[in-house]
């Protein structure tokens, strides 16, 4: 099975560039998230998804937007990327519906703004 | 600011030491869980706990809930380099729109 699968791995922007992140699972799992990933700052959530049809924001959305394309799929969109938005980001998705949850998680995309 | 803290942030121990990394919170959570994540990869899950007071052991990895389900524990006995890591204690709330909170992440150097 593959998961969480992340496309790209790694990519370099300059800043005012835009781009989308993509993200499918395979599990066909309710729930999905992006998060970001910074140094000494643990993961912080930017918008999730709770099921199909809906999207939330995290604690962190700005300057970013997000598509629950289907239930496998949920981009996230950078409009007008900035260098503050250098990070690793991850998608994860969760079933979410048992006691057991559990987050799975892509490899990462490493995004680096110029 | 972060819902859950975690303590120590670095820790750099010589291997077969005890080492014990903390995840407090003033909040409520239905469940914990403790993820490893190793250099260039997705965090990974450990172990899940549940019930207030659980206390559940992975090989020399013991990981214990809090009484109140507000914080939890991570004890490695023995520690070898392969434990070495990032290890990220995870809150889940249903409430809120199913979501995850990570703590601050404690990254852990088993030297051999």
């Known amino acids: 099975n593959a998961g969480v699968t992340q496309t790209p791995k790694f990519q370099v922007l300059k800043t005012g560039q835009s781009m989308t992140l993509q993200c499918a699972q395979d599990?066909?799992?309710?729930?999905m998230y992006w998060y970001r990933q910074d140094p000494g700052m643990g993961l912080r959530l930017i918008y999730y998804?709770?099921?199909?049809?809906?999207?939330d924001k995290g604690e962190v959305p700005n300057g970013y937007n997000v598509s629950r394309l289907n239930k496998r799929e949920f981009s996230l969109r950078l409009e007008s990327a900035a260098p503050s938005q250098t990070s690793v980001y991850f998608c994860?998705?969760?079933?979410?519906?048992?006691?057991?949850?559990?987050?799975?998680f892509g490899q990462g995309t490493r995004l680096t703004v110029v | 600011t972060q819902l859950l803290e975690q303590s120590p942030q670095f820790l750099s121990i010589q291997e077969g030491e005890n080492l014990t990394v903390y995840c407090n919170s003033s909040?409520?959570?239905?469940?914990l869980q403790w993820y490893r994540q190793e250099p260039g990869e997705g965090p990974v899950l450990l172990v899940t706990?549940?019930?207030?007071?659980e206390v559940k052991k992975l090989k020399r990895l013991t990981f214990q809930f809090g009484d109140a389900r507000k914080d939890s524990s991570l004890h490695i006995t023995a520690a070898q380099p392969g434990d070495t890591g990032l290890y990220l204690c995870?809150?889940?709330?249903?409430?809120?729109?199913?979501?995850?909170?990570f703590g601050t992440g404690t990254s852990l150097t088993v030297i051999p």
């Open positions: 994860a998705s969760s079933e979410f519906s048992t006691v057991n949850t559990e987050a799975f």
């Open positions: 599990m066909n799992h309710n729930s």
């Open positions: 998804s709770a099921s199909e049809g809906t999207t």
């Open positions: 909040s409520v959570f239905s469940s």
């Open positions: 706990v549940v019930t207030g007071g």
């Open positions: 995870a809150g889940a709330r249903r409430n809120t729109g199913n979501q995850f909170y």
